[in-house]
């Protein structure tokens, strides 16, 4: 039996500052680039786990956080047969995206 290669997903971006270059550029890799992707493309939208389904959001942005990306929690209510709250994450770094590619494994 023969095991099919998972595509990879790398990202390469550059924050910035007033668009200046804001230290080195970044590289991300996997679940993360697929978040960052993801931030980049709501805008000021946002992303929640409930308009945009992930397993760990909570875990990316946090580990996006440390990689020194800019990144605000909103915590909102929502109703339904199970009430409570649920995250709106919002990218607020400005980010040039220098590569962006799907890799065959």
């Not at 993360?32 to 909570?58: D, E, H, M, Q, V």
Request: proline share 7%; glycine share 10%; charged share 20%.
């Amino acid at each position: 039996m023969t095991t099919q290669a998972k595509a990879h997903y790398r990202m390469r971006v550059q924050i910035l500052d007033k668009g200046e270059p804001l230290g080195l550029p970044i590289a991300v890799e996997g679940r993360l680039c697929w978040a960052l992707r993801n931030l980049i493309n709501a805008g000021a939208a946002g992303c929640t786990p409930i308009t945009t389904p992930g397993p760990r959001w909570s875990h990316y942005t946090w580990r996006l956080r440390g990689m020194g990306f800019a990144i605000e929690t909103i915590h909102e209510k929502h109703g339904g047969p199970f009430p409570g709250t649920h995250a709106r994450y919002v990218l607020h770094s400005e980010v040039s995206v220098l590569e962006d590619a799907k890799v065959a494994a």
